[in-house]
């Protein structure tokens, strides 16, 4: 049975893809800060017949986070999937100046994601197989308007994972970044302006398992955003400052 180990597993994305992939036969690992959430997740996965570990953990500590992931591997095994899918990303108003908010996004974004590799890489290279993700979004194509931290973050986290990807290649260990668009989570339901082609977590996480098992490098939708953000991204900047200027989106 192959192990999967998720960060930001309690709700949202995490929690869906960890019943998704449960159900597909992965033993699942379960990371987040709330103890309570992993370990009502945790049960409800073995109730359905899977098997799963929980562990709490701040991706933010490195030490934590690697305690956890050792924790997790001593009850399923080796892992062979790790997914970081821990982060945060609030509408922030330029003018007012907000530093500590755009600190914790990067923080948690992007130093959370490269805990989380830290945390189990030595391991994947010494057995010269496993496979690395991270859950970006198409936020991280072009910086978006009350997005500046969040963008980075994500961009930051794409490219990261990319050269991750050249560099681990030749060590048997597959890397994938994800790219998701809008979906229904607690965090997009803070959002007050109109998000175009939401789609459910359930959903997402059938896309992301999908993409996952089949060790693809790049994993974005919907379909309808992907061409978007795409088109987006190549668009002179004279015209791209005009068009979103006027939008709010994150």
């Known amino acids: 049975m192959s192990v999967a180990l998720i960060t930001g597993a309690s709700t949202g994305i995490g929690n869906a893809l960890a019943k998704e992939l449960a159900r597909r036969g992965w033993a699942v690992g379960l990371v987040a800060r709330r103890g309570e959430l992993l370990s009502t997740l945790a049960a409800e996965i073995e109730a359905a017949g899977g098997k799963a570990a929980w562990a709490v953990a701040d991706v933010t500590d490195a030490g934590a986070i690697r305690d956890a992931a050792q924790h997790i591997a001593a009850r399923l095994g080796p892992i062979d999937l790790m997914v970081a899918n821990a982060g945060t990303g609030l509408p922030t108003r330029t003018t007012a100046v907000p530093i500590d908010a755009w600190i914790q996004i990067l923080r948690l974004n992007v130093d959370g994601a490269i805990y989380s590799v830290g945390a189990v890489l030595p391991e994947m290279v010494a057995r010269k197989s496993g496979h690395l993700a991270v859950v970006s979004s198409v936020a991280g194509y072009r910086g978006l308007p009350m997005s500046a931290a969040y963008s980075a973050s ?23 970044a994800i790219h ?29 398992a999908d993409g996952l098992e089949r060790r693809r490098s790049d994993i974005t939708f919907p379909w309808q955003m992907r061409i978007v953000m795409r088109w987006v991204r190549y668009l002179p900047n004279a015209l791209y400052d005009a068009i979103l200027s006027r939008t709010r989106v994150l």
């Open 154 to 176: 994500k961009a930051a986290v794409t490219t990261f994972f990319e050269s991750l990807r050249v560099d681990l290649r030749r060590h048997g260990i597959a890397v994938t």
């Open 180 to 208: 998701p668009g809008f979906i229904t989570t607690p965090l997009t339901a803070k959002n007050k302006f109109p998000m175009p082609f939401l789609i459910s977590a359930e959903r997402a996480a059938v896309l992301i």
